[in-house]
């Protein structure tokens, strides 16, 4: 329900909104993305795997600290370079609003942080909950700011309230969670935290880093390469695109995680099935939508969102095969969590990093155009998705025959 609502009002949106406000929200999005993951070090990731409660509390606690410091640090950077960013995308559009990106990617990390305590409690009614009132109000605010012209500030305000609304619901539900837990945090508990999930900055914040980076680039090279124009032209293509990413994947990505953390150890075979289970689900549902837009995108562009977005149409169907597979993967790559496999994490993103700007550097040397550059980018990261996928499979294959075979 939560998703069909901001489905439902991008036809809506598409026709207040020009390309070039779709431009600098693309672009505002993507560096609150790439900033939100940094302010916890990804300590917040740890949040379900403890066996006690108290251990969790401890580390909610050290992911609140962090935030406040790192967010202290980056807002100075911002303040400092935030121009220099911003002209470099040519997004100078988005100057007097640099706080607003700061704010947002707060936002993000505190529901980041509260939606994994609720899913160690398993409430994934909740959850739910917080995203239906996310879509409802992020509509409700672009749409009314959109009316009175105040563009684009309208997008950004109303993209903020869709990536941290809810967070009062959390705290409403489990604030009898934290009270009863709140004796038991204790600095030592925290150090100790700190040092035994040590990977997790070691390893996963670099990687998610990488990760939300390489998720991202595509839009700031786009900015940096064509315009705010034909970022918002693409913006909306991948927008249209994650649909059933975010309908679909996320949501199961979050159960899995959520099932498969609270299985006892020397359940690998029991993994492998979950894992197996979950990807061809995935992709039955994937492969039709698939289909459907590689073969009718521009025309179902231009009928939904109008003639102004038929380029977007063009660009979802060159990458609507690389989308199927970022579906399917989506779900799988909780598994290296707990398997600890964090350097494998972290060569993952590196990879992906590189070749994005191995991409970007050929279109910038070479003047490609952009339509090159989205074929260049789907082909990339469809053969990424596709390796991603058989190396999972590969690592719960032999932790599974590895447990069998101890068994035997």
């Given at each position: 329900?939560?998703r069909?609502i901001?489905i439902?009002a991008?036809?809506l949106l598409?026709?207040?909104y020009?390309?070039?406000?779709?431009g600098?929200?693309?672009v505002y999005?993507?560096?609150v993305?790439?900033?939100?993951?940094?302010?916890t070090?990804?300590?917040?990731?740890a949040v379900?795997?403890?066996?006690s409660?108290?251990?969790?509390?401890?580390?909610?606690?050290?992911s609140?600290?962090?935030?406040i410091?790192?967010?202290?640090?980056?807002?100075?950077?911002?303040?400092?370079?935030?121009?220099?960013?911003?002209?470099?995308?040519?997004?100078?559009?988005?100057a007097?609003w640099w706080?607003l990106?700061?704010?947002?990617?707060v936002?993000?990390?505190?529901?980041?942080?509260?939606?994994?305590?609720a899913?160690r409690?398993?409430?994934?009614?909740?959850i739910?909950q917080?995203?239906?009132?996310?879509?409802?109000?992020s509509?409700?605010?672009k749409?009314?700011l959109g009316?009175?012209?105040?563009?684009?500030f309208?997008?950004?305000?109303g993209?903020?309230?869709?990536?941290?609304?809810?967070?009062s619901?959390?705290?409403?539900?489990f604030?009898?969670?934290?009270?009863a837990?709140?004796?038991r945090?204790?600095?030592?508990?925290?150090?100790?935290?700190?040092?035994?999930?040590?990977?997790?900055?070691?390893?996963?914040m670099?990687s998610?880093?990488?990760?939300v980076f390489?998720?991202?680039?595509?839009?700031?090279?786009?900015a940096?390469?064509?315009?705010?124009?034909a970022?918002?032209?693409?913006?909306?293509?991948l927008?249209?695109?994650?649909?059933?990413s975010n309908?679909?994947?996320?949501s199961?990505?979050?159960a899995?995680?959520?099932?498969?953390a609270?299985l006892?150890?020397g359940s690998?075979v029991?993994?492998?099935?979950?894992?197996?289970?979950?990807?061809?689900k995935l992709f039955?549902?994937?492969?039709?939508?698939t289909?459907?837009l590689?073969?009718?995108?521009e025309p179902?562009f231009?009928?939904?969102?109008?003639?102004r977005?038929?380029?977007?149409?063009?660009?979802?169907s060159?990458?609507?095969p690389?989308?199927?597979?970022?579906?399917t993967?989506?779900?799988?790559?909780?598994i290296?969590?707990?398997?600890?496999?964090?350097g494998?994490f972290?060569?993952?993103?590196?990879i992906r990093?590189a070749g994005?700007?191995?991409?970007?550097?050929?279109?910038l040397i070479?003047?490609?155009p952009?339509?090159q550059?989205?074929?260049?980018?789907s082909g990339?990261?469809?053969?990424?998705y596709l390796?991603?996928t058989?190396?999972?499979l590969?690592?719960?294959?032999?932790?599974a025959a590895?447990?069998?075979?101890?068994?035997?």
């Amino acid at each position: 329900m939560a998703r069909l609502i901001g489905i439902a009002a991008i036809p809506l949106l598409t026709r207040i909104y020009s390309p070039s406000d779709y431009g600098a929200l693309s672009v505002y999005s993507a560096l609150v993305a790439v900033i939100a993951p940094m302010l916890t070090l990804r300590y917040v990731l740890a949040v379900p795997l403890p066996r006690s409660d108290g251990m969790a509390a401890n580390l909610m606690m050290l992911s609140g600290l962090l935030l406040i410091g790192v967010t202290v640090i980056i807002s100075l950077l911002a303040w400092l370079f935030g121009d220099i960013v911003l002209g470099w995308m040519s997004m100078q559009i988005l100057a007097p609003w640099w706080w607003l990106v700061i704010l947002g990617a707060v936002g993000l990390a505190m529901y980041e942080a509260l939606s994994l305590w609720a899913t160690r409690r398993r409430a994934y009614r909740v959850i739910s909950q917080t995203k239906v009132l996310q879509s409802a109000l992020s509509v409700l605010v672009k749409v009314c700011l959109g009316l009175a012209a105040i563009k684009p500030f309208g997008l950004l305000l109303g993209h903020l309230v869709e990536q941290s609304g809810g967070i009062s619901s959390f705290w409403l539900r489990f604030r009898h969670d934290f009270r009863a837990n709140a004796h038991r945090i204790r600095r030592s508990s925290m150090r100790l935290l700190a040092r035994y999930y040590r990977g997790f900055p070691t390893f996963r914040m670099p990687s998610q880093f990488l990760l939300v980076f390489s998720t991202q680039a595509p839009i700031m090279f786009a900015a940096a390469l064509f315009g705010a124009s034909a970022t918002g032209q693409l913006g909306l293509a991948l927008m249209a695109l994650a649909i059933p990413s975010n309908l679909i994947g996320q949501s199961v990505g979050q159960a899995f995680y959520g099932e498969i953390a609270r299985l006892p150890k020397g359940s690998e075979v029991r993994i492998k099935a979950l894992a197996y289970s979950v990807q061809k689900k995935l992709f039955l549902v994937g492969l039709p939508l698939t289909l459907v837009l590689v073969l009718l995108g521009e025309p179902l562009f231009h009928v939904a969102f109008g003639a102004r977005w038929t380029d977007a149409g063009r660009y979802a169907s060159i990458l609507a095969p690389f989308i199927l597979l970022q579906l399917t993967s989506a779900p799988l790559v909780q598994i290296l969590n707990i398997y600890n496999a964090q350097g494998a994490f972290l060569i993952i993103n590196a990879i992906r990093a590189a070749g994005l700007l191995a991409i970007y550097q050929g279109c910038l040397i070479f003047s490609l155009p952009q339509r090159q550059f989205i074929y260049l980018l789907s082909g990339f990261l469809f053969g990424f998705y596709l390796l991603i996928t058989l190396y999972i499979l590969h690592v719960v294959n032999k932790a599974a025959a590895r447990h069998m075979e101890a068994k035997k």
